[in-house]
């Protein structure tokens, strides 16, 4: 019933030992495969977002950008590192989930330059990955994704992001930066 | 060349990403299977010093349980939790090298119960883990292990290991508790 | 507001920064100071249980065991690591809440040999640390515990136990080896 | 000597124990103090690769970007993911030594585009965080740094830093996240 490692240094006749039958292990680390279905469920939600914007309004788009923070991020266990693509001084950080939110359907006066990122369209989402780092529960990624509106029309970020897989099991973004590509040369 | 996610929530027509080609991932997080592993290779450093004992005498004994010492447990970097199965006070707890050695080989007047646990012709070493535990780049587990001499006398102590990867990806055991079982009922 | 810290490499006047105003900080990792105080709380929670068993009888005090381990301990998270001191073949391991519960208190058939550790009249409990490790959210500590009872006789343990700080910032007991000293030289 | 722990629920007369004196703790997790000396260093390092390259020509400021980038990254244990403020595809992630050191001085026909960002006559580096994230022996920073260069003209960015603590103690940068801010609006 128990795992039975066997060690036998010569000729003494132990019966090989089962591999590891049975033991309950507890892990609580983060896996690629993780990662990787987090970063699809980001993309799926950005459309979701986009495609509630334009079946049911804001009222619609609010409401489901505000789960999507709930589920995907981490701002209920503290301050997310988020730097989104087009925000700017002096609100370039958003460590707070009004922040956030603001970014994401826009609607906010305390926020007047946020416009709503998510309402813009977006039909597909593309995740290219150029490394990983994985260490405990925390995993981190940086790459290119590249968003696609309804008219095709598609804008690449460099982007990096980290997941923490909190002690549910659930994965979510604590760090979040993303860049327009650099355009001067 | 570089992994691809692809979420489309509906029609566009983007070619199914490839899961995660080519992405160099770094990974610091220990494995049960190398938890098993140095289970199994600490069994076979025990059996080792018994038989270069009989084969070489004490000073042979004595280097082959240095380099185990210094390959498998981790008081280069600091001390290490080591409560030997027949240490008693004042000297249960082996926190440093010094301290461990003379468990394994006795011969230092500094400890001067310790008479060689690592000498006692021990021929196989099997483990039997009732659970793991494992947490970023540390695991712990718990369970039996049975130790035979030539004689084939068996000894079952309940054991305590955490092992700990370090930087280059090798493991040490950081914490080690051994006790002969409760023998009161 | 913000924190700033200034590298002037030579002669520019720069204003001296200030060390680190103002920004939030989300740390996951436990402390030397948490631990010993949950040390503290293990032995003030056996005490109370043996103070509720002779105050309240046994359910009573089982119902402040049953509180002690959902607060203390990490069953509802998965397996602990748990030898009791005075637990014997074929039940050692306790990596269930129902196991821990019946070393504590007893009257559980399905543990037969347990006739209730904690209701033995404790008064008080000292812990005398060897050494620590600290490693993110986990810390191990070994040393000897000792327990006195009403009639003033004390009990000396080696006891090992691994903390780990959950979410909710709380830490719980994962891993609790203890044994009765080594007897026989 | 020993740390000693008491815990007396009622009037047994136990001497209060010492706090925890003497006892080693072995400590891998990084801190925000070591965290904000990386960062300053950071600064300096640029500055002083500048320095040098204007006192002692290309091969100076080489060989000091080289002892920088060995010194301050975390290249020599697997990829780091850093994304430069003006890299741009399709060489815009910069996982290996090599892109890092080509980014910094230029001088690789492999790199054409880099023309060397730590030789344009910096002379200050200041660092305001936005937030930060410690968790084990990792902690990643979000926020403005600003640099100066000889003219006085400031340039600011948007930087991320994810800082690993090695095994010896040293902080790595293992993630490096730098871009310029919107500028859309």
Do not use: C
Request: net charge positive; glycine share 10%; hydrophobic share 45%.
């Amino acid at each position: 019933m128990r795992a039975s490692i066997k060690s036998a240094a010569f000729g003494l006749a132990l019966v090989a030992g089962l591999a590891h039958a049975n033991v309950p292990v507890a892990n609580s680390n983060i896996t690629e495969a993780e990662v990787l279905a987090a970063q699809k469920a980001w993309g799926d939600a950005l459309v979701k977002i986009a495609l509630d914007y334009e079946a049911g309004g804001f009222a619609r788009a609010k409401a489901t950008a505000e789960a999507v923070i709930d589920a995907a991020y981490g701002y209920q266990a503290g301050p997310v590192l988020f730097k989104p693509t087009l925000a700017a001084a002096p609100q370039t950080f958003r460590t707070t989930r009004e922040g956030a939110l603001a970014y994401f359907v826009g609607g906010n006066p305390a926020f007047p330059k946020d416009s709503g990122f998510a309402l813009k369209g977006w039909r597909a989402v593309e995740v290219a990955n150029s490394a990983m780092l994985i260490n405990g529960n925390i995993a981190t990624t940086m790459g290119n994704v590249t968003i696609t509106d309804k008219s095709g029309k598609r804008t690449v970020v460099d982007k990096t992001w980290t997941f923490r897989k909190d002690d549910s099991g659930k994965l979510r973004i604590v760090v979040h930066h993303s860049s327009l590509p650099y355009a001067g040369q």
